[in-house]
């Protein structure tokens, strides 16, 4: 294989080392580079010091370039005096320039992604083979731009509210790998039945395998756990409140609640004072859970009084979307304390409609059907009326079916 020197350079290697050059020399001024010159062999330093090599750090097949880094001078007060980063991809300028910040600010400024990338719409472009700087001074301009929108914070808050499922499962992943955390659920499943009352309350059950299941109304959730094949182990029971929040109420990481005192706050805002999460909480604070053991290969379950406190859960609905919250018992005279919960739900009109004419399909599940036959014309029928959302199809044919014959 002939040396770089002795071949041609590639379109992406002439873009790339005119970029680098550019910064380097005239671009001095606002951008120093991170980790190593230029040269061959070498893994690159990121804006924090770490050195990143291997196949993602390594040079781009066919190429000789690797991705590059630069800390850019920037004094904004979204920043908060951390750094900036740019990084020119080792495929440049097939993918565009990368920004950076500081990655606690992906829960502080909109579109900013967990690992501090920031995602500004930036498109790579056929000019940008040509006229690599362009690129370059399109994303800086964008960025500038981004930092001027950040100085209004209703611009700020809207962008969050926005996407705001993302940003609270982000919120939640932190406080699930946070040292002060209190145990709570790995994964958290809601069947939500619709048009619930304001401080509904409802039944849970947390399972030894990290399953928790929340419902409403007369639903079982260990029933409901079987079902779906998420029970395992040790079953502890625990009481629900939901609490429904006005869909332009905006719930962003500023807003939600941080402390129990805030969550009480909310409730008592959304329910006109008639619900109290503190009392509810000192009202079955003193109850004894019982606990279910399932045993192997048998759907048998020993009850027992147990001395745990039963779990509290408050769920907060918008529009739709649910966020959660764990209640975990007193240290003493402190307040109870808060872990934010990501739900997923599993109800019939999720699973099915995703909400989409939710009134509908509530009216279909409470219709009664009667399908006379069961042939070849009746059997697609009996599907497409499942599936619908009719909850009770009743069959009369002539012969027995079975699994074996056409309801397979």
Known sequence: MPELSQRARSALEVAGQAVEAWLDGA???FAKRVGKGPGKGHGREDAAGSVEG??????????????RTWLLALD???LQGNPVSLTVPRDFPANPVQIKVDEKLCLELPHVEEDGRVCLGMQAWPIDYTQPLQAVDRALEIFEEFLQRCHDPVWVEQELHRERLAYWARWCLRRRRSRDRRPSPKKTFISYPGMLAAGAVGQAAVYENGNAILTFGDQDPNVLARRHKLAGGTMTLGDVMLVEIDAH???TPTTWPRDFNQ???LVASATDHQTSVQAWFDDGEGSKSPIGREHK???VRARARSDAIRRKFVVVAQSGVFYGFQLSGRLGSSLPALEPLLLERIDPAWALTRDHRAAVFQKRRQKKVLLLGCGSLASPLLELLVRAGVSQV????????GADKNLD
């Open 27 to 29: 671009g001095a001024a």
């Open 54 to 67: 291997g196949a993602e750090g390594g040079a781009a097949k066919g190429t000789g370039r690797r991705a």
């Open 76 to 78: 904004h007060p979204a």
């Open 249 to 251: 109420m905006s719930w």
């Open 263 to 265: 969550l009480e706050a």
């Open 297 to 299: 290969n048998a759907r």
């Open 394 to 401: 009743h069959v009369v044919d002539a012969q027995a079916g």
